[in-house]
């Protein structure tokens, strides 16, 4: 698990990560939060849907987002399209438990930078987050 990855790169940069978990179960959302917190190198903030999620997005400097695909109000996938539109360079790692590949398909030609399949293992979940947020490094946050 690449939690001291995580670390390090927070205190080279001097300030902890902020990641917005996006899911529609409030069980959800707890879990990664909870998976997040175990270091303090990162900092969670929280939404419901993919319209809550465009919308704190817009509003907040986030460095990576984990985004449900199948959502009441804003689909993963249309959130992942406006966020990509306007935030370019702004991480998305997808989760789903059950969406078709066709779905899928479309979440990564919106410009998802990886998928992870509910359930999601404590150890895969930190591992993905540490690498997406060190290829992303150098885009500039």
């Not at 902020?18 to 303090?40: A, G, Q």
């Amino acid at each position: 698990m690449n939690i001291k990855k995580i670390e390090n790169m927070a205190k080279r940069r001097g300030k902890p990560f902020k990641i917005l978990i996006v899911d529609d179960e409030p069980y959800i959302r707890d879990i990664f939060k909870e998976f997040c917190e175990i270091t303090n190198s990162v900092e969670v903030d929280l939404a419901q849907n993919g319209f809550d999620a465009v919308n704190k997005i817009s509003q907040n400097a986030y460095d990576l987002v984990t985004m449900d695909l199948i959502m009441p109000e804003m689909a993963g996938v249309e959130a992942v399209a406006k966020i990509k539109e306007n935030f370019p360079h702004l991480p998305v790692i997808v989760i789903t438990g059950n969406a078709t590949e066709r779905l899928i398909t479309r979440a990564g030609v919106s410009g998802a930078d990886s998928l992870l399949y509910k359930p999601v293992m404590l150890d895969d979940f930190v591992d993905e987050v540490a690498n997406t947020l060190e290829k992303n490094l150098g885009r500039g946050f």
